[in-house]
């Protein structure tokens, strides 16, 4: 079992910055996939970063150039670095890991950007 827990969310004004973190315990494999994930009201879950344990990226258009995602993989520990934020990133932002043929997801933390 994998247990995922977050922290960092919060109210910030538009073009502030928050950092999201997510620390991973349990029977971790040594190759995974650590993601973020938003959803706002009305809106489909979509897929915001990833970062496998190579520490190879990817980022969804809307926050690329904005968003960083990191690890540490000594922690076991996800990061998401947030700037330049927007009153269209408020959303519930989902810690996820993959790992052989499982999928863990966290309770989700929420971020909201005023205008």
């Known amino acids: 079992q994998v247990q995922l827990v977050e922290s960092g969310g919060g109210l910030v004004q538009a073009g502030g910055s928050l950092r999201l973190s997510c620390a991973a315990s349990g029977s971790i494999t040594l190759f995974n996939t650590m993601a973020w994930y938003r959803q706002a009201p009305g809106k489909q879950r979509e897929l915001v970063a990833t970062?496998?344990?190579?520490?190879?990226?990817t980022y969804a258009d809307s926050v690329k150039g904005r968003f960083t995602i990191s690890r540490d993989n000594a922690k076991n520990t996800v990061y998401l670095q947030m700037n330049s934020l927007k009153p269209e990133d408020t959303a519930v932002y989902y810690c996820?890991?993959?790992?052989?043929?499982?999928?863990?997801w966290g309770q989700g933390t929420q971020v909201t950007v005023s205008s």
């Open positions: 970062i496998t344990t190579g520490r190879s990226t």
């Open positions: 996820n890991l993959k790992q052989v043929l499982n999928n863990y």
